[in-house]
């Protein structure tokens, strides 16, 4: 098993670019997270899914989409990236009875200049 | 809502030394608490969880945890610690009951000195 695994692991945009991040994992989970990290201030989740075709939106939704179109995937996007959506990103997943138990993917190191 | 408190931001501490992560939640209902660790340039796992019987967890690596609800606290402890656990570590907590949000900390880095 690979896990959550994410693609790309590093990325540099310029203000305005637009990017999709690609989350993907091979545990049959129903639940999929989106979260980003930032010093100081722990992980915050951007949007989670509860299962395929359906999403909702986190604490920092602001500046991102996302689509789960098989359940396996879970897509982040970034329509028009800004300096301050610079961060790592996680991806995590987990059973629908224990969502607290999450995997996460490794990151994906974004940097907007 | 729900909320975690790490009260420390970087614990240094020398090889074979014992070590405590301090870990504080406010939450109006039953809660479940976490600890997830992160090494270096990955992902975070997850080191233990109390969901529920005995307040004392125990985990993998060596680590336990001890839930108290009258000091609403689930501090993280190691007897003695190795170069290996040098990573940075993160409480959580989630309300019981279905899907409910995981709620970070703001994570604990522990430097371990040789």
């Known amino acids: 098993n690979a896990g959550v695994t994410q693609t790309p692991k590093f990325r540099v945009l310029k203000t305005g670019q637009s990017m999709t991040l690609l989350c993907a994992q091979d545990m049959n989970h129903e639940y999929m997270y989106w979260y980003r990290q930032d010093p100081g201030m722990g992980l915050r989740l951007i949007h989670y899914s509860v299962g395929e075709g359906t999403t909702a939106k986190g604490e920092v939704p602001d500046g991102y989409n996302v689509s789960r179109l098989k359940k396996q995937n879970f897509l982040l996007g970034l329509e028009s990236a800004a300096p301050s959506q610079t961060s790592v990103y996680f991806c995590a997943s987990s059973y629908s009875d224990r969502s607290y138990e999450q995997y996460f993917g490794p990151g994906t190191r974004l940097t907007v200049t | ?114």
């Open chain 2, 1 to 114: 809502a729900q909320s975690v408190t790490q009260l420390d931001s970087q614990v240094p501490v020398f090889e074979e030394a014992p070590v405590e992560l301090r870990c504080n939640y406010s939450s109006s209902v039953s809660v479940y608490l976490f600890w997830y660790v992160q090494y270096p340039n990955q992902g975070l796992q997850l080191l233990l969880k109390y969901l529920s019987g005995s307040t004392l967890v125990k985990g993998i690596n060596g680590f336990e945890a001890e839930f108290n609800k009258s000091q609403t606290s689930f501090h993280l402890r190691k007897p003695s610690v190795h170069i290996s656990d040098t990573a940075e570590y993160f409480c959580a907590v989630s309300r019981t009951g279905g899907y409910q949000k995981v709620t970070f900390g703001i994570g604990t880095k522990l430097q371990v000195i040789p």
